[in-house]
C-alpha cells in the first residue's frame, strides 16, 4: 500500500495536464484501478485483517482524489495564468478618431443633380477637359474668327509641334463648357439620346462669383417633336426638385449663343442683403443657365439629321447652385482646400441623394 501511494502521488505530482491527470485517476482509483483490485482482496482477509487493511485502502483512495482534485486546480489556475500573460489589451490606447473626411458640397450636388435628371429618363454623359478646338469651337457653330470666341476667356494648350503641320493646327483649350460632350454623345449614339454631362470647365475669370475652374451641368434632349416648351418645364421641374421649395422664382431672358436658337438664360431670384444669400426673395437675380434648340448646324457637326431630328441644350452652373442652396456666399472658398471650410459645410459619405430617400439633410 505504502508503494501504491508513492507511485501515484508522485505520478500526480508530474502530471502536465488534465489528460494526463485523468489517465492517472482511471488508474489508481477507477473501477478496475489498483486500488480497486486491493479492495477486492479484502474478501480473502480475516476480519482482523479486513479491519485493519478496509480503513487503511480507502483512506489511500481518499488521498489520492484529494491530490488529483488539487493538482487539478492546480492546473487550471497555470492556464488561467498563461491566457491572461497572453491575451491582453492596452487600454491606454487613444481611441479611434472619428470620421475625417467629408464630401465636397461640389460633388454632393452634382450627385442630387444626376438624381433629379436621372429620374427624368437622363443619363450621364462624360468627354475630356482639354478639348480640341473643333469640339469646343467649331462644332458648337463657333468658326475661328467668330466673336463668341472671346467671350469664353479661353485657356489655350502648348501645339504640339512634334507631329507634322502642328504648327498651323489650332491649339487645343482647356474647355471653356461643358457643351463639347453635345457633339461627342451624339456621335457616339446619334439620335434619339437624352444626356446629362456634368464637369469641370475653365475660364480666365476671378471674383466672387467666378473662379478660373468650375462646374458645368449639359443637358441634352433630341427627338421628333422636342420643343422649347419641353425645355422649360424640363427646367422648372428640375429647380423646384432641387431646391425643395415652390417659391422660386425663375427669369428666361432671350440671349444668344452660336449653338442654340432661339436661345435663352436662365436667372435665379435672390438677395445677397447683410452678405447672406437667399433664394426666391430679394432684388438680385443670379445667372444660373444658357439654354435654347439646338441649331441644326450643331446636330449635322455630330452626324444626326437636322431635317428629322430636333431638341433642346442647356448648360447649368453647378457652383452657383451649389452657393445658392447651401448658402454659400464665396464662391472662391470651394476651391481654396481650408479643412475648417470643408468640415463646415462638407457632406457626409453616407448622405447619398436620391429622389425618394430625399436630396439633402
Ligand atoms: N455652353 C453655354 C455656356 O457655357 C451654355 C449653354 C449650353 C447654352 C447649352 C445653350 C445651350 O455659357
Redesign the pocket.
Known sequence: MDELRTKYLDAIGGAADEAALEDIRVQAVGKKGEVALKMRELGKMTPEERQVAGPKLNALKDEINSAIAAKKSGLADAALDERLRTEWLDVTLPGRPARQGSIHPISQVTEEISAIFGDMGFSVAEGPQVESDWYNFDALNIPPHHPARQEFDTFYMHRDTTIEGGDNRPPHVLR????PV?IRAMEKTGAPIRVIAPGR?YRSDYDQTHTPMFH?V??LAIDKDISMANLKWTLEEFVRAFFEIDEIELRFRASH?P??EP?AEVDIRCSWAGGTLKLGEGDDWMEI????M?HPKVLQSAGVDPDEWQGF???LGIDRLAMLKYGIPDLRAFFDSDLRWLRHYGFSSLDVPTMRGGLSR
Open positions: 471653356t463648357h461643358t457643351s453635345q470647365v458645368q449639359e443637358g449663343f449653338f442654340t436661345s443657365l444658357g439654354s435654347g439646338v441644350a442647356f448648360g
